[in-house]
């Protein structure tokens, strides 16, 4: 029997900011979060969705999360997507992420290029899409935080994957970070590192 083909999708600012409210810090390993997801079954690839920092409004944050990116775009079978941001009533706010990560998504269910979707994100505005990707014949999982997490997005999951302390237990790298010198530092508004 052939194995099951999954592909993630990492909505990027709602895992930072889950680990950082969770779990204080954000070095995770991601081909090992990957795996850990993936199980016995076979990867596809990994999409991060992020936006990308403006380097004339924060030039320190740009820097680290171009270090961060870097280390990103060295992780097997993990792309990148990045959206940027707009200025509404003076915050910095995500522009596009949640079109591009649906929109990949079901275009690349509509193509047969995976069995199995896993959406790391607990953002009720992907139930839909995830709905419409169940319609194709597909499987879907979520893979959520507790604290962060739509009922509307569980229930369209056919599994679904609770991330605790217990999930996380050997996918750090290294020793716990600092705000400032992993992923951005203490940034409050939209335009942290993680978005918002």
Request: proline share 3%; net charge positive.
């Given at each position: 029997m052939e194995q099951h083909r999954v592909a993630i999708f990492i909505?990027?600012?709602?895992?930072?900011?889950?680990?950082?409210?969770n779990f204080g810090r954000y070095n995770l390993n991601f081909a090992d979060f990957?795996?850990?997801l993936c199980g016995p079954r076979r990867l596809f690839r990994t999409y991060y969705y992020n936006v990308l920092q403006d380097p004339s409004q924060r030039p320190d944050v740009y820097r680290e999360q171009q270090e961060f990116l870097d280390i990103l775009r060295k992780t097997p079978y993990l792309e990148v997507r990045l959206g940027g941001t707009k200025i509404a009533?003076?915050?910095?706010?995500?522009k596009g992420i949640d079109i591009m990560l649906a929109t990949d998504l079901l275009y690349f269910g509509?193509?047969?290029?995976?069995?199995?979707?896993?959406?790391?994100?607990?953002?009720?505005?992907f139930a839909y899409a995830l709905q419409a990707v169940?319609?194709?014949?597909?499987?879907?999982?979520?893979a959520y935080f507790e604290s962060g997490v739509s009922k509307d997005l569980l229930n369209v999951a056919d599994n679904r994957h609770l991330l605790d302390r217990g999930f996380f237990r050997g996918l750090w790298v290294g020793k716990r970070a600092t705000r400032r010198r992993r992923l951005g530092g203490e940034v409050k508004d939209k335009a942290s590192l993680g978005g918002e």
């Amino acid at each position: 029997m052939e194995q099951h083909r999954v592909a993630i999708f990492i909505d990027g600012s709602n895992l930072y900011h889950a680990l950082r409210n969770n779990f204080g810090r954000y070095n995770l390993n991601f081909a090992d979060f990957a795996s850990k997801l993936c199980g016995p079954r076979r990867l596809f690839r990994t999409y991060y969705y992020n936006v990308l920092q403006d380097p004339s409004q924060r030039p320190d944050v740009y820097r680290e999360q171009q270090e961060f990116l870097d280390i990103l775009r060295k992780t097997p079978y993990l792309e990148v997507r990045l959206g940027g941001t707009k200025i509404a009533q003076g915050i910095p706010v995500e522009k596009g992420i949640d079109i591009m990560l649906a929109t990949d998504l079901l275009y690349f269910g509509w193509n047969d290029f995976y069995d199995v979707a896993v959406l790391v994100s607990g953002d009720a505005d992907f139930a839909y899409a995830l709905q419409a990707v169940k319609n194709m014949g597909k499987h879907v999982e979520v893979a959520y935080f507790e604290s962060g997490v739509s009922k509307d997005l569980l229930n369209v999951a056919d599994n679904r994957h609770l991330l605790d302390r217990g999930f996380f237990r050997g996918l750090w790298v290294g020793k716990r970070a600092t705000r400032r010198r992993r992923l951005g530092g203490e940034v409050k508004d939209k335009a942290s590192l993680g978005g918002e």
